[in-house]
């Protein structure tokens, strides 16, 4: 079994529909990241958690929101989906000094 | 604001022969410089990476040469294969928090 598992791996949704995409992972790690990548643009953080208690904003989280329900569950919903936010979106996790951050295989989301 | 320029955007190397991907960065609070190897179809994936205190790091054909005082670091890859082709990315880390702060990444090709 994979580290770190994204579901769907896979979607298309309309704009306007509010839209969730869940990660777990079998690390043990406390810290938890969303991360979008688009070509060109590389891989830009949305938002991270440090604990089941910590949420925090990256530098392009307007339009996302995350939910954190246990150590190895970190899922980020968009509320209401728009078509420039369709992109490729990793989950990650890692150690407390993110020496090796361990990502997902993504999930491919697509908006109408 | 990008804190992580990385170049070239797209590299095509005929095979045994020299990849060099560059980055440069601009906070000097970044305290660790991984990069990341991603194939089609996964996420990326730590390859090799470096602290600041030493200007040079080896692992079998990849290498890291870093240069703090023109705050620059590439990954050079020996004796390129077919096998790797794939999109890399160098990152820096931030000795505060440990976020990563990913360069926008350059798809290696390498032909046959």
């Known amino acids: 079994d994979a580290d770190v598992t994204q579901t769907p791996r896979n979607r298309i949704t309309k704009t306007g529909k509010r839209i969730m995409l869940e990660c777990s992972q079998t690390k043990g790690h406390d810290r938890m990241y969303w991360y979008r990548q688009d070509p060109g643009l590389g891989l830009r953080l949305i938002y991270y958690?440090?604990?089941?208690?910590?949420?925090n904003k990256g530098e392009i989280s307007d339009g996302y929101s995350v939910s954190r329900q246990a150590q190895a569950k970190f899922s980020l919903s968009l509320e209401s989906a728009i078509p420039n936010q369709t992109a490729l979106y990793f989950c990650a996790t890692s150690g407390p000094g993110n020496t090796e951050a361990f990502f997902g295989q993504g999930t491919r989301l697509t908006v109408v | 604001q990008q804190q992580v320029k990385q170049s070239p955007q797209s590299l095509i190397v005929q095979k045994g022969g020299i990849s060099i991907i560059n980055c440069a960065y601009e906070?000097?609070?970044?305290?660790?410089f991984p990069w990341y190897q991603q194939f089609p179809g996964k996420g990326p994936a730590l390859l090799i990476a470096i602290r600041p205190d030493v200007s040079e790091k080896k692992e079998g054909r990849f290498t890291i040469s870093f240069n703090k005082s023109a705050k620059q670091f590439s990954l050079h890859i020996m004796d390129s294969q077919p096998g790797d082709s794939a999109t890399y990315f160098c990152?820096?880390?931030?000795?505060?928090?440990?976020?990563?702060?990913f360069g926008k990444g350059t798809l290696l090709t390498v032909n046959p």
């Open positions: 958690s440090f604990d089941v208690k910590d949420i």
């Open positions: 990152a820096a880390r931030s000795g505060s928090n440990y976020k990563l702060t």
């Open positions: 906070n000097t609070a970044f305290d660790y």
